[in-house]
Structure formats: C-alpha cells, structure tokens
Nanobody
Framework: QVQLVESGGGLVQAGGSLRLSCAAS????????MGWFRQAPGKEREFVAR????????LYADSVKGRFTISRDNAKNTVYLQMNSLKPEDTAVYYC?????????????????WGQGTQVTVSS
C-alpha cells in the first residue's frame, strides 16, 4: 500500500505562486510515475503534470506548460508542484497520484493511489 498526503494549497492572487507537496509513504519503491491532477467544481478530473521515476522525464498539460514545474525529492519521497503565474482558471482541488504499473500515464484510471487533495484558489 501507498499513502499520499498533499499540502501547500491555499488562496493566492492572480499572478502569484504556490508550491504543492505530496509526501509518499509505504511501498513507494513500486511507483513508476507520480502525477498531479486537478478537479474544479462541476468538471472532470484533469491531468496537470507527470514525473516518470526511471527516466526523470516530465510531461505537462498545455494549460500549465511554462508556468508549473513538477519535481521529486527521492530522499524525502516527496513530489512537488511549483505553480507560478497562477490564473483564476487554475482554481481547483489538486491531487497527487502514483502509478505502480505504467511509465507514462496521463489518465486518472492509469493511477493506483491517490491523495486526499488540497484546495487551490486563485482570486482575480
């Protein structure tokens, strides 16, 4: 089993920055990829960014490319999402997730373990 705990969400003005953290515990050595998703009210959960453990490669949704950065601290078993130049449309609950079977997952169903989510609100 893997446990994920997100933190770092909050209220920020447009143009501001936040850094989300996701601390993993348990069988984290089985993780192939770690991802960030978000879900706004009334909308489906959408892919934000992914980090593939074996290659260190990253992938971003077009909507966040150039503004968000995903990174990982292996010693702390923690993955981060640095969010800059935030926009009101970035407002959502942000979730981190681990895939234990796929190297390059992008769909929510590709991921096996999920955190509880952290709220990010960007005011205009």
């Amino acid at each position: 089993q893997v446990q994920l705990v997100e933190s770092g969400g909050g209220l920020v003005q447009a143009g501001g920055s936040l850094r989300l953290s996701c601390a993993a515990s348990g069988r984290t050595f089985s993780s192939y990829a770690m991802g960030w998703f978000r879900q706004a009210p009334g909308k489906e959960r959408e892919f934000v960014a992914r980090y593939t453990r074996s290659s260190g490669s990253t992938l971003y949704a077009d909507s966040v490319k150039g503004r968000f950065t995903i990174s990982r601290d292996n010693a702390k078993n923690t993955v981060y999402l640095q969010m800059n130049s935030l926009k009101p449309e970035d407002t959502a609950v942000y979730y981190c997730a681990i895939s234990s079977g796929l190297f390059y997952p992008v769909r929510p169903r590709d991921y096996d373990y999920w955190g509880q989510g952290t709220q990010v609100t960007v005011s205009s």
